[in-house]
């Protein structure tokens, strides 16, 4: 950035605002090919930049700012327009709303909500990253291609399950984005963030226990308290990928569980859930032994952000909530009562800590800031949905081929192998799971102990997939690699595997025989 250049820094923080940014003036130096003078803004902590303004005068003063080097520099992807942003923003809000009416009352047009989350894509599809439009663009190939051969064969899929099928599962996320709205930006006087294997393992369960509840969001607030001065290591992306993948296991706020449940109607959240959480608990236990026996790196000089438990009694009250409504009722799915709940739990919050007007400028940061930044799980769900709606499409119209006659344990955990195998091969996991639903359709399986297989392996291949949600926002918002988080992951996943295949048999034997 600065070839050609002589460079002042200044780090600066704005009113309200937990993530300094540097203001970098460059004058061209003498015999250089560039005759004005340029001011660039650089984000903390991945260094992102964008021009500010070119033509300075040549004699502007300097002596206000200290010289410094500058950083290297990562380009942004460009976001789409601000206005285009706001209005993708209210398309998702308004999706939300008419989703949340459509499980209350029949009268609301099914494709009413599919329809204003394809059109919120179409405006933040500029912003996207590259690897995102291909993933997208890859899988509705795949199922146009489907549907088409699908149909000339005699098929007829309704247009409902083309761009709807995981609209339940977008609603929900736009949902718990509500969330955040809870997190006070930091103080700028906060304390310098422990060290050491204790704090480790703190940190560990933090992200574990608040990503149950508000997904991705836990990890983006952790990481960018980390990364307030420092960049972050790679230590501490190895933690937050692993100990969030492994809430993948079990809670019904994360989108691959979401997906499990929606793709094997009639499975039993709870159930599920029950023999999730056992593997989670390994797993959390694998990495705090990791840490106590040396096998981390710098574990002495780790620097981690424990969560206050104050911080865990919002989110664990509604999924208390939500479990006991599912329990209560078989009206609404799990799905629908996060999606219906977490309004109401997050406006009653807001309004205790600061009445109408707190509620007014949350929401204002909602619409504006937060919806807009789901355009990588909008297309990655709403591709998922034409990939989905066409492998069904064309198996309906084949001959009925399935791999496996039945699920028993043993195909199950052959199933299950299929995920990290995959995602080695940055396959994403949904693309397993809509391949394979389909295909358990004809063998009368067992929806929850299917729904248990998909939720183990989409933590199990998140967690060395480097295309995965969790390492590509380690990567792009951090700087971290994401093909080393998850080359790294692959001991963590095949020591977690036998023990996913033991519940699996537990499962077959209990409710097998019953």
């Given at each position: 950035?600065?070839?050609?250049?002589?460079?002042?820094?200044?780090?600066?923080?704005?009113?309200?605002?937990?993530?300094?940014?540097?203001?970098?003036?460059?004058?061209?130096?003498?015999?250089?090919?560039?005759?004005t003078?340029?001011?660039?803004?650089?984000?903390?902590?991945?260094?992102?930049?964008?021009?500010?303004?070119?033509?300075?005068?040549?004699?502007?003063?300097?002596?206000?700012?200290?010289h410094?080097?500058?950083?290297?520099?990562?380009?942004?992807?460009?976001?789409?327009?601000?206005?285009?942003?706001?209005?993708?923003?209210?398309?998702?809000?308004?999706?939300?709303?008419?989703?949340?009416?459509g499980?209350?009352?029949?009268?609301?047009?099914?494709?009413?909500?599919?329809?204003?989350?394809?059109?919120?894509?179409?405006?933040?599809?500029?912003?996207?990253?590259?690897?995102?439009?291909?993933?997208?663009?890859?899988?509705?190939?795949?199922?146009?291609?489907?549907?088409a051969?699908?149909?000339?064969?005699?098929?007829?899929?309704?247009?409902?399950?083309?761009?709807?099928?995981?609209q339940?599962?977008?609603?929900?996320?736009?949902?718990?984005?509500?969330?955040?709205?809870?997190?006070?930006?930091?103080?700028?006087?906060?304390?310098?963030?422990?060290?050491?294997?204790?704090?480790?393992?703190?940190?560990?369960?933090?992200?574990?226990?608040l990503?149950?509840?508000?997904?991705?969001?836990?990890?983006?607030?952790?990481?960018?308290?980390?990364?307030?001065?420092?960049?972050?290591?790679?230590?501490?992306?190895?933690?937050?990928?692993?100990?969030?993948?492994?809430?993948?296991?079990?809670?019904p706020?994360?989108?691959?569980?979401?997906?499990?449940?929606?793709?094997?109607?009639?499975?039993?959240?709870?159930?599920?859930m029950?023999?999730?959480?056992?593997?989670?608990?390994?797993?959390?236990?694998?990495?705090?032994?990791?840490?106590?026996?040396?096998?981390?790196?710098?574990?002495?000089?780790?620097?981690?952000?424990?969560?206050?438990?104050?911080?865990?009694?919002?989110?664990?009250g509604?999924?208390?909530?939500?479990?006991?409504?599912?329990?209560?009722?078989?009206?609404?799915?799990?799905?629908?009562?996060?999606?219906?709940?977490?309004?109401?739990?997050?406006?009653?919050?807001?309004?205790?800590?600061?009445?109408?007007?707190?509620?007014?400028?949350?929401?204002?940061?909602?619409?504006?800031?937060?919806?807009?930044?789901?355009?990588?799980?909008?297309?990655?769900?709403?591709?998922?949905?034409?990939?989905?709606?066409?492998?069904?499409?064309?198996?309906?119209?084949?001959?009925?081929?399935?791999?496996?006659?039945?699920?028993?344990?043993?195909?199950?955990?052959?199933?299950?192998?299929?995920?990290?195998?995959?995602?080695?091969?940055?396959?994403?996991?949904?693309?397993?799971?809509?391949?394979?639903?389909?295909?358990?359709?004809?063998?009368?399986?067992?929806?929850?102990?299917?729904?248990?297989?998909?939720?183990?392996?989409?933590?199990?291949?998140?967690?060395?997939?480097?295309?995965?949600?969790?390492?590509?926002?380690?990567?792009?918002?951090?700087?971290?690699s994401?093909?080393?988080?998850?080359?790294?992951?692959?001991?963590f996943?095949?020591?977690?595997?036998?023990?996913?295949?033991?519940?699996?048999?537990?499962?077959?034997?209990?409710?097998?025989?019953?």
């Amino acid at each position: 950035m600065c070839s050609g250049y002589r460079c002042w820094a200044l780090q600066l923080y704005t009113e309200g605002s937990d993530r300094p940014f540097r203001v970098v003036i460059g004058f061209p130096r003498p015999g250089s090919r560039h005759v004005t003078s340029s001011v660039f803004l650089i984000s903390q902590p991945t260094y992102q930049r964008r021009r500010l303004s070119q033509n300075l005068p040549m004699n502007a003063s300097s002596t206000s700012v200290a010289h410094s080097p500058a950083p290297t520099v990562v380009p942004p992807v460009a976001p789409a327009p601000g206005g285009w942003r706001l209005l993708a923003g209210t398309l998702i809000a308004g999706m939300l709303l008419v989703s949340i009416a459509g499980a209350l009352w029949v009268v609301v047009p099914p494709l009413a909500a599919p329809l204003l989350a394809w059109s919120a894509l179409a405006l933040l599809w500029p912003g996207l990253r590259s690897v995102q439009r291909t993933q997208a663009v890859v899988f509705s190939t795949v199922g146009v291609v489907a549907l088409a051969w699908g149909i000339g064969r005699g098929a007829s899929p309704s247009i409902e399950s083309v761009l709807g099928q995981n609209q339940t599962i977008l609603s929900m996320l736009a949902s718990i984005t509500l969330l955040r709205l809870l997190n006070p930006p930091l103080d700028d006087d906060e304390p310098e963030l422990p060290r050491g294997t204790g704090t480790y393992v703190r940190s560990m369960f933090g992200v574990h226990a608040l990503g149950a509840v508000i997904n991705i969001s836990a990890v983006i607030i952790i990481a960018d308290r980390l990364t307030r001065s420092v960049p972050l290591t790679m230590t501490q992306a190895q933690l937050l990928s692993r100990a969030f993948s492994a809430v993948a296991f079990y809670s019904p706020f994360i989108g691959g569980v979401a997906l499990a449940l929606a793709y094997t109607p009639g499975s039993s959240a709870l159930v599920m859930m029950l023999f999730g959480i056992p593997l989670s608990l390994v797993a959390l236990g694998l990495l705090v032994w990791q840490a106590r026996s040396g096998r981390v790196d710098d574990i002495d000089d780790f620097r981690g952000y424990p969560v206050h438990v104050d911080a865990l009694w919002l989110p664990l009250g509604l999924a208390a909530a939500v479990l006991v409504g599912a329990g209560l009722t078989s009206e609404y799915s799990v799905l629908s009562l996060i999606t219906m709940l977490t309004p109401l739990v997050v406006g009653t919050a807001l309004l205790r800590r600061g009445g109408f007007g707190a509620v007014r400028r949350a929401l204002s940061d909602y619409v504006t800031r937060r919806l807009p930044e789901m355009g990588g799980e909008l297309a990655l769900f709403l591709a998922a949905s034409v990939l989905g709606a066409g492998l069904v499409t064309a198996i309906a119209s084949g001959s009925g081929w399935v791999p496996f006659e039945q699920l028993d344990a043993f195909h199950a955990s052959l199933l299950l192998l299929a995920f990290p195998l995959t995602s080695l091969l940055c396959v994403h996991p949904v693309i397993v799971v809509s391949v394979v639903a389909p295909l358990t359709g004809s063998i009368n399986a067992d929806p929850t102990f299917l729904a248990i297989v998909f939720a183990m392996g989409w933590g199990l291949g998140c967690a060395v997939n480097p295309m995965s949600g969790i390492n590509l926002v380690l990567q792009s918002r951090y700087g971290v690699s994401n093909w080393a988080i998850g080359r790294s992951g692959v001991p963590f996943s095949a020591t977690l595997y036998p023990v996913a295949v033991g519940l699996l048999y537990v499962y077959d034997l209990i409710v097998g025989q019953s």
